[in-house]
């Protein structure tokens, strides 16, 4: 009797947004790692850190958001 056939894996949807995230994230530290403490008083770059802050808590919402959609959608 042989195995049974299995499957192939499906491709995992998430891992280009995920590889694009953590990209991103190096990036946004190495940029971070830059600020002295001249650049640091300057409004614009106090601005950009301000605009990079809001976009990290629109997309950790959007993660939660997509987490309770997805526990909601398993639940009968």
């Known amino acids: 009797m042989s195995a049974p056939a299995t499957l192939p894996a499906a491709p995992d949807p998430v891992a280009p947004v995920r590889r694009r995230v953590l990209i991103a994230s190096a990036q946004i530290g190495h940029t971070l790692a830059k600020i002295t403490a001249a650049t640091a ?36």
């Open 41 to 76: 008083t300057d409004l614009r770059v106090l601005r950009a850190v301000a605009a990079l802050a809001d976009a990290a808590c629109g997309l950790a919402a959007a993660v939660a958001s997509a987490d309770r959609d997805e526990r909601d959608e398993v639940q009968p």
